[in-house]
């Protein structure tokens, strides 16, 4: 449900109040959860309970106003770095560094906000996952991913790396790090390891003896027990 405004509060005013509430509301989800108190939340803004009501009719009213519009800010985000990406690889790179930029902003479920409910949230939720559908469809065709990932992999990571907290310059540049990391291994084809069904039946082999010899120490032979130590360091 979307905001509500009353006629009483000029419209200065409701603009004023409206932007506190939504700062407010979203630092206290992330920093107590989703049961936070609405008088928390108000007092956070500097306005009174009533003022909130106003403005959101019920707590599930705030939850999906916020969750609504942070996930419209991420299929923004998904929008722009698939248009300025030279590559993929670059593409989502663009993609989970907003998410990066905005960690204090957005209120979504593996931020530790609310789990969806509204339907109109869910179809901008598939929206993305879409987009990021297509940029990996082309990453296929240009050669900068080789890996199988799908978009709700991506979504992830980035939702790992984009996890609320306190300004911490040193933290974020760890982020990027990873994802630069995480970015070059997408685009490294994984290996064929030849068949090594031989090798696991020595290996069977091998502990089952070690196994013996651990349950019955007298018998082993010398050679078996040092075999036994070498498995044990």
């Known amino acids: 449900m979307a905001a509500v405004r009353s006629s009483r509060e000029p419209r200065s005013d409701a603009a004023r109040n409206h932007e506190a509430l939504v700062r ?3 630092a206290a989800v992330h920093r107590e959860g989703p049961r936070v108190p609405m008088a928390t939340i108000a007092a956070d803004a500097g306005v009174g309970i009533g003022t909130l ?63 969806l409910r509204s339907p109109r949230t869910r179809a901008v939720r598939e929206q993305i996952h879409r987009i990021l559908r297509q940029v990996i469809d082309r990453g296929r065709a240009d050669g900068t991913i080789k890996q199988d990932v799908t978009p709700r992999e991506i979504v992830v990571f980035g939702a790992m790396l984009a996890q609320p907290r306190g300004p911490d310059p ?27 069904r031989r090798s696991c039946r020595r290996t069977a082999r091998a502990w089952a003896s070690v ?8 018998v082993a032979s010398p050679g078996l027990r040092m075999d036994t130590q070498a498995w044990a360091a």
């Not at 989502?92 to 530790?112: C, D, S, T, Y």
């Not at 990873?178 to 997408?186: D, S, V």
């Not at 196994?211 to 007298?218: F, G, L, T, V, Y």
């Open 24 to 26: 407010a509301a979203t």
């Open 53 to 115: 009501y106003r403005h959101f009719p019920s707590r599930e009213d705030l939850l999906d106003y916020l969750t609504h519009t942070s996930f419209e800010q991420v299929l923004a985000n998904a929008q722009a770095a698939e248009r300025g990406g030279t590559t993929a690889t670059e593409a989502l790179r663009r993609f989970i560094e907003a998410a990066i930029g905005q960690r204090n902003e957005l209120v979504l479920p593996l931020h530790g906000g609310p789990p």
């Open 170 to 196: 040193g933290w974020d540049t760890t982020c990027r790090h990873l994802l630069a990391t995480y970015l070059a291994g997408l685009g490294t084809p994984t290996p064929r390891l030849p068949p090594r």
């Open 211 to 218: 196994s013996r010899a651990r349950a019955c120490p007298a």
